[in-house]
């Protein structure tokens, strides 16, 4: 099994800054992509970026320019650094990963709650 662990979440006000973390099971080193999602209450997952194993990312338009995804592969874990945080921003954030040689399956975090206030 892989097993994707995410901290760092919690409360801050508008224009604050949190990092989270995904500290994953397995290596994550060589061909994977590693991301992050996010859902708010009521509404589905969306995707916040994501992060390839050439190092190549893709953002949602809502968080471009204020949000930057990172990998330590010899830590393995991935990041999200958000910076200039909205009210909007207020959503239970999942780290995702998928690698071949884990097999053909995608795998998510529990989630970590990013509350920002006004």
């Known amino acids: 099994q892989v097993q994707l662990v995410e901290s760092g979440g919690g409360l801050v006000q508008a224009g604050g800054s949190l990092r989270l973390s995904c500290a994953v099971s397995?290596?994550?080193?060589?061909?994977?992509?590693m991301g992050w999602y996010r859902q708010a209450l009521g509404k589905q997952r969306d995707l916040v970026a994501i992060?390839?194993?050439?190092?190549?990312?893709n953002y949602a338009d809502s968080v471009k320019g204020r949000f930057t995804i990172s990998s330590d592969n010899a830590k393995r874990t991935v990041y999200l650094q958000m910076t200039s945080l909205k009210p909007e921003d207020t959503a239970v954030y999942y780290c995702?990963?998928?690698?071949?040689?884990?097999?053909?399956?995608?795998?998510w975090g529990q989630g970590t709650q990013v509350t920002v206030s006004s």
């Open positions: 995702y990963a998928r690698n071949p040689r884990w097999g053909p399956a995608d795998y």
């Open positions: 397995r290596s994550i080193f060589g061909a994977n992509t």
């Open positions: 992060i390839t194993d050439s190092f190549s990312t």
